[in-house]
């Protein structure tokens, strides 16, 4: 079992930026993908980013591309996530977890263990 830990969530303007970072204790972290996801007030909770267990392949959803970078440090048990030009929209909680296998994934239901959330408000 693997605990994981968000942290980096707050109050942003509108094009501005954040680092969320997740830190993982217990079930060995650097054999298993990572991902990111969020959930805004009533709608359902949506991918955002995800990476394997080397950091050689990174997934985001359409809507980052380009503004949203994911990293790992398996030396550090921690995943990343750079979120730069933020829009009002992306106002939500964000969730790191762990996938059940090495490689990453689009869907939530790869993922086993979830941390608490994170807070994203971004004001416009």
């Known amino acids: 079992q693997v605990q994981l830990v968000e942290s980096g969530g707050g109050l942003v303007q509108a094009g501005g930026s954040l680092r969320l970072s997740c830190a993982a204790s217990?079930?060995?972290?650097?054999?298993?993908?990572m991902g990111w996801f969020r959930q805004a007030p009533e709608k359902e909770r949506e991918f955002v980013s995800a990476?394997?267990?080397?950091?050689?392949?990174?997934y985001y959803a359409d809507s980052v591309k380009g503004r949203f970078t994911i990293s790992r440090d398996n030396a550090k048990n921690t995943v990343y996530l750079q979120m730069n030009s933020l829009k009002p929209e992306e106002t939500a909680v964000y969730y790191c977890?762990?996938?059940?296998?090495?490689?990453?994934?689009?869907?939530?239901?790869?993922?086993?263990?979830w941390g608490q959330g994170t807070q994203v408000t971004v004001s416009s």
């Open positions: 990476i394997n267990w080397s950091g050689g392949n990174t």
């Open positions: 977890a762990q996938s059940r296998y090495s490689a990453s994934s689009y869907y939530a239901r790869d993922f086993h263990s």
């Open positions: 217990g079930r060995t972290f650097s054999r298993y993908g």
